[in-house]
């Protein structure tokens, strides 16, 4: 899209934009859209595909008046930070922007995914503060808003990703400046499972892929009396994490609740309107696609 890399000003409808490559299978726009549409706003929500070398330009037409603002997705979460005026504590903890807001040319970087999936938790039952540890599945960018979310509520964390170093580095960048907290990268022999009230897929393992895991061969009753399993993926409906959490007698979540909750508090952020998840969880159904 590169002579139409950003947003014009436009003096219709007010505008916001979901910018990622690949964007063509995104969710964003339907819910985006019954979202206006129930609150009877004039706005309109586009999915643009948008590459790394055309973000800045991309961003900088976030400015034109009439632009609410945008939702990143992958490959920008955490490059779109350089490009904003200032972000919300949030944001800067997680080191990684879902949501930009436009006020009066300035744009600030929020993140929504981690209070989408704080409520998704709240929604499914999870009984915040229970002292129970929590295993985040994965390092990337969901991961951190995962370790952010469990860190309101719970003391003990551990991170388990494919690809250990990434975890390290995770759990440094909480434990470094406050040593108090307890993040921990670890392997899988070295969680005290019995103690887990909570497993966090943050992980892409599983997503489009019903046999794939980031915990094969493990058994779910070993997790502490209660336990929840909440997956970030959401294709299929139900992943093979999920299926055998269930068969184990473990409750299971996928992460459509925690994907309409996002899009509630960003399209709130935009507008000041709050408008019912269940708005944005209509808009879900029978879809397919990502953020
Ligand atoms: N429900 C929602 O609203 C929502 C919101 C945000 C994200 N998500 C989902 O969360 C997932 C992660 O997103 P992200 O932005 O953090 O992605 P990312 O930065 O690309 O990180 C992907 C992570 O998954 C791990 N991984 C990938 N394939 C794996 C496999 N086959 N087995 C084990 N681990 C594997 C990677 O491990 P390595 O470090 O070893 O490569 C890495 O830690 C995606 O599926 C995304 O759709 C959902």
């Given at each position: 899209m590169s002579e139409n890399a950003g947003p014009q000003a436009s003096p219709g409808p007010q505008q916001a934009y979901l910018f990622a490559d690949p964007a063509a299978h995104s969710l964003s726009p339907r819910m985006h859209r019954a979202a206006f549409a129930w609150a009877g706003l004039d706005g309109a929500y586009e999915a643009r595909r948008v590459t790394a070398d055309e973000l800045p330009q991309a961003v900088a037409g976030l400015?034109?008046?009439?632009v609410l603002g945008a939702n990143l997705s992958l490959p920008h979460k955490e490059s779109v930070v350089a490009l904003l005026d200032d972000l919300t504590p949030a944001a800067q903890s997680i080191r990684a922007v879902n949501t930009v807001v436009h006020r009066e040319g300035r744009l600030t970087g929020d993140n929504t995914d981690a209070p989408g999936l704080a409520q998704a938790l709240s929604d499914a039952g999870y009984p915040w503060s229970q002292g129970a540890g929590v295993v985040v599945l994965g390092a990337g960018g969901a991961a951190r808003a995962a370790v952010y979310t469990a860190l309101r509520g719970e003391q003990n964390v551990w991170v388990l990703n494919r690809t250990r170093a990434r975890a390290e580095e995770l759990a440094a960048d909480w434990t470094a400046p406050n040593p108090e907290i307890q993040v921990r990268a670890a392997d899988r022999h070295e969680i005290p499972w019995s103690e887990v009230g909570l497993i966090i897929n943050a992980s892409s393992a599983g997503l489009n892929a019903p046999d794939e895991t980031p915990l094969a061969e493990f058994d779910f009753g070993t997790l502490r009396p209660g336990a929840l399993v909440y997956d970030m993926v959401y294709k299929p409906a139900e992943t093979r994490v999920m299926r055998e959490a269930r068969a184990a007698g473990v409750r299971a979540e996928n992460g459509l609740g925690m994907l309409a909750h996002q899009a509630r508090l960003a399209f709130a952020a935009w507008t000041g309107r709050d408008v019912p998840v269940e708005v944005f969880l209509s808009a879900l159904e029978d879809g397919g696609g990502a953020a």
């Open positions: 400015r034109h008046t009439g």
